[in-house]
């Protein structure tokens, strides 16, 4: 049986915070998005795939080593919002989150 593939879109905040990464760290990014958001992102787990609680928007969160990956999904699109060091995914999450 084949998996469902999710277009995977990225808000252009988004698109500056990947920017703004190192080019290794860009890649490991780009690559956790395409293995993990591609086919299964809403597969939980605990060291990647967080649902998050009490929120509406952003629903999801990925972790990619000190990144911390937020995203909704509607249909079959994955909406990457934004792509944060962990030190600032509080901050980010008080800020924007709803």
């Known amino acids: 049986m084949a998996r469902m593939k999710y277009e995977i879109v990225l808000a252009p905040e988004a698109l500056q915070d990947l920017k703004r990464l190192k080019a290794r760290v860009r890649a490991e990014v780009k690559d956790a998005l395409e293995r993990h958001l591609r086919y299964e992102p809403v597969k939980v ?16 969160r990925l972790m990619v080593g000190q990144i911390r990956v ?23 999450l008080e800020e924007m989150g709803e």
């Open 45 to 60: 787990s605990k060291r990647r795939i967080k649902r998050l609680r009490g929120l509406s928007h952003p629903q999801y």
């Open 70 to 92: 937020f995203y909704d999904i509607t249909g079959h699109v994955v909406e990457v919002l934004a792509i944060v060091p962990k030190s600032e995914a509080a901050s980010w």
